[in-house]
């Protein structure tokens, strides 16, 4: 066979047709890689825009727990017999209402044989008068020595001093009769009884009986701790005169519950101690707060908010808030359009931003769109487009 029919055969064709089409792949794709190599990488879309600057209030917060107004442990002032008890346990009660009543009897026994007491002295008294009196002129016809009707005087002295004695001893029969009723000294709540009837109960001002509690609900305390950095910083204010101590001044405070999102209550400062804690190392504050539908209730902890003066601040989006292993920190964009991490040190939120205390610059440009991008990161090349931080909302902290 010639050469010619060699090269006219169909498998000889097919095979040339082959490696034409694979030398032209291997070159299409030697020239793709090579464009690939020589352009660089498509930068990624971002939205920037400066941190949004306000003049704003600022608050710092601590744990703490309510505390009454009011607490008063109730304790008979005489012994005696429990014979009634006057309360629902746990309900609210209000000055003067009748909670325990005692054995009456014993003390209206005394009551009865004070007055008798009573009635002897005005009788004695009553005689030594109308002595003196009948000696009077005896003593002045010289038919009675001025002795006698010295004595007679004297007589009448002790007979008036007698009847005082027996008048105070009818008070304080009486006042016993009126101790047999316990009554509530405050307006609260009460607790369980501590004694049931028919037991005795020891009254007087050493060792007396429990009988139970009352705790003021309206308004209420909130005590909470504070550090002694925290301290000076408000002495210095107070100093510079951009915010009054709370020793002064009844500072506003915001608190939150364990099942709030909001700081739906609202209170004052009322007192500052005197002296910090030789084993916390902090300062005891304490703020009053209103508790009209008796919702607060003595031992719940909670949240404080304490007003800590204005200051310029700048405010970012949450969302535009990263956290690396040790800091929390923004994406800003630099001159040259790359991607920096800036360590921030946060703030409160307020009107649903979040305040930047240190860290940023009021010209800095913050990626607050494409942030969640795994693209982005420090370094990473971006194509910024410009943006406007607003306020999203408004909050009761403000």
């Known amino acids: 066979m010639t050469t010619n029919e060699l090269s006219r055969s169909p498998l000889r064709r097919h095979s040339i047709a082959l490696f034409s089409a694979l030398a ?11 464009a690939h190599a020589q352009g ?15 003049h704003i209030k600022t608050w710092d917060e601590y744990p703490g727990r309510f505390e009454a107004f009011q607490r008063v442990e109730l304790r008979p002032r005489v012994s005696g017999y429990v014979d009634q008890v006057n309360f629902k346990e746990g309900s609210d009660v209000k000055v003067g209402d009748l909670l325990f009543t005692l054995d009456k009897r014993p003390f209206e026994i005394a009551v009865e044989a004070a007055k008798a007491e009573v009635a002897r002295a005005n009788a004695q008294v009553e005689f030594a008068k109308a002595d003196l009196q009948r000696a009077a002129p005896l003593v002045e016809s010289k038919a009675l020595s001025e002795q006698v009707y010295e004595q007679r005087k004297s007589t009448l002295g002790v007979a008036e001093a007698q009847e005082m004695a027996a008048a105070a001893q009818l008070k304080a029969a009486e006042l016993n009769l009126e101790w047999a009723e316990v009554r509530a000294p405050i307006s609260g709540r009460i607790s369980d009884k501590k004694i049931d009837v028919g037991n005795l109960v020891i009254g007087g001002q050493v060792n007396a009986t429990l009988m139970a509690t009352i705790v003021s609900i309206d308004p209420i305390h909130f ?18 005169g951009q915010r009054m101590s709370s020793r002064d001044t009844p500072n506003p405070v915001r608190i939150k519950l364990a099942d709030e999102s909001d700081w739906t209550h609202e209170g004052t400062m009322d007192f500052i101690d005197n002296a910090f804690n030789e084993h916390s190392g902090t300062l005891r504050g304490r703020a009053i707060v209103p508790n009209r539908d008796g919702l607060l209730t003595p031992g719940i902890f909670a949240r404080l908010a304490l007003y800590a003066g204005d200051i310029d601040a700048l405010l970012v989006p949450d969302d535009a808030i990263v956290s690396d292993q040790a800091h929390k920190i923004v994406y800003t964009v630099n001159a040259d359009d790359v991607i920096v991490a800036t360590p921030v040190k946060l703030g409160q939120i307020y009107e649903g931003l979040r305040v930047i205390k240190s860290g940023l610059k009021a010209n800095d440009r913050v990626v607050i769109e494409g942030v969640a991008n795994p693209a982005i990161r ?16 408004k909050t009761a902290q403000k």
């Open 24 to 34: 032209a792949g291997v070159l299409l794709g030697s020239g793709i890689t090579a």
């Open 40 to 54: 660089a990488p498509p930068a990624f879309p971002v939205t920037v825009a400066p941190p949004l600057a306000e």
């Open 223 to 240: 005590v909470f701790d504070t550090s002694e950095a925290d301290y000076l910083r408000y002495q210095r204010l107070n100093q510079s």
């Open 378 to 393: 420090p370094g990473t090349k971006v194509a910024p487009t410009t943006g406007t931080i607003k306020a999203p909302e």
